[in-house]
């Protein structure tokens, strides 16, 4: 089951907004390093990181 950072760490909608020009900040960072995390972990079987793919993508979508 994927679990998140704490919510200290997390990007906020106020960081994302306010960042400087030409700086990168991806806010589903968390869900994209649990998700390499668990290739790493797994030996890139996808199958077993499916949970963390779908976490990784409600993210996105939540800020697309």
Do not use: V
Not at 29 to 37: C, D, G, T, V
Request: hydrophobic share 25%; with cysteine; charged share 35%.
């Amino acid at each position: 089951m994927p679990t998140s950072k704490p919510a200290t760490d997390r990007i906020t909608l106020h960081d994302f907004e306010s960042k400087l020009p030409g700086k990168y900040l991806n806010p589903c960072e968390a869900e994209a390093q649990q998700s390499y995390k668990c290739l790493d972990k797994n030996s890139y079987d996808r199958k077993k990181c499916q949970e963390y793919f779908d976490a990784y993508k409600a993210c996105k979508k939540l800020w697309a």
